[in-house]
């Protein structure tokens, strides 16, 4: 037992040694996984703790502080898409198909190094998104995929920057936050209150959006693969295994939120009660029935 062990400590310190990026050993967070596993496990306990704490407590309104919040985020992710966009789509020399490490200490592989750790930070940035609905007591919204997609984004971004801040991990970086951009202007428009409803109709769209993000990476990650890209295999398959796990959860939120609730809703304007409010039927029939 003490001998693996040891044998564990020495593979984690000559991965975080011998096959980390050096020039990001020394950015903020990045010398050690504790400080993000630690963020990780506070959150989760805030996020069981707190519905409890504020389950007897008034709702927090937060208006002001959600629509500043909301709008830095804005910011935040137009500025990370702006640097991916400029070190990776735009630049001449960066392959879009299979793009190797380039561990430059100057110009644009070194730029996007920092933008890839800002976006990493911007995941820690996010869980506030938990917290405001912690406080506001929108438990509906606290859902396993949510808890999941926030939880996990932290540490697979903080092995991304450790490791390959670059090469083929542009890819999903860059268009997940050009995704963000919309979805935290969705959130600042729904901040402002009811009379932004009408201007907020496309959030179906939003979610198709980030289902086609999910399966472009799923192909883009194959193909690399398939081709044999000179770039840590390893991380294709973490990567593959995460993105198929984001397919399946997300698809089970759209058929629940989108298709389910449509087809419910063509059934009852055709006078035919959907199959849950048929079975909510049946069942408040039997217990009346039970009763008398």
């Given at each position: 037992m003490q001998a693996s062990i040891k044998d564990l400590l020495h593979h984690y310190e000559y991965a975080t040694t011998?096959?980390?990026?050096?020039?990001?050993?020394d950015w903020f967070l990045m010398s050690s996984?504790?400080?993000?596993?630690?963020?990780?496990?506070?959150?989760?306990?805030?996020?069981?703790?707190?519905?409890?704490?504020?389950?007897?407590?008034?709702?927090?309104?937060?208006?002001?502080?959600?629509?500043?919040?909301?709008?830095?985020?804005?910011?935040l992710n137009a500025y990370i898409f702006y640097e991916y966009l400029v070190s990776t789509w735009l630049n001449p020399n960066f392959s879009k198909a299979c793009q190797v490490m380039d561990?430059?200490?100057?110009?644009?592989?070194?730029r996007l190094a920092k933008v890839s750790?800002?976006?990493?930070?911007?995941?820690?940035?996010?869980?506030m998104d938990t917290v405001f609905f912690v406080l506001r007591k929108k438990?509906?919204?606290?859902s396993f995929l949510h808890v999941y997609h926030h939880s996990t984004m932290p540490l697979l971004w903080w092995t991304g920057v450790k490791f390959v801040p670059g090469g083929e991990?542009?890819?999903?970086?860059?268009?997940?936050?050009?995704?963000?951009?919309?979805?935290?202007?969705?959130?600042?428009?729904?901040?402002?209150?009811?009379?932004?409803?009408?201007f907020l109709w496309w959030k179906k769209y939003?979610?198709?959006?980030?289902?086609v993000q999910f399966w472009w990476i799923l192909?883009?990650?194959?193909?690399?693969m398939y081709i044999h890209c000179d770039f840590p295999v390893g991380f294709g398959y973490a990567l593959l295994a995460y993105d198929f796990s984001h397919i399946v959860l997300f698809s089970h939120f759209y058929y629940n939120t989108y298709t389910k609730r449509a087809r419910a809703k063509r059934e009852e304007s055709n006078g035919k009660p959907s199959n849950d409010k048929a079975g909510k039927n049946a069942t408040e029939n039997g217990s009346t029935r039970h009763r008398k």
């Open positions: 011998k096959l980390n990026d050096p020039r990001t050993t996984p504790w400080p993000t596993i630690a963020v990780v496990i506070f959150y989760l306990v805030f996020v069981y703790g707190g519905q409890r704490w504020m389950k007897n407590r008034p709702a927090y309104s937060l208006k002001d502080l959600m629509l500043c919040y909301n709008f830095c985020l804005v910011l561990y430059s200490n100057e110009g644009l592989p070194l750790w800002w976006f990493y930070f911007s995941k820690i940035i996010e869980l438990n509906n919204q606290i991990s542009y890819q999903c970086a860059s268009i997940n936050s050009f995704i963000h951009v919309l979805m935290y202007t969705y959130y600042l428009l729904s901040a402002m209150g009811p009379q932004m409803q009408k939003m979610t198709t959006l980030q289902l192909g883009h990650t194959l193909h690399a």
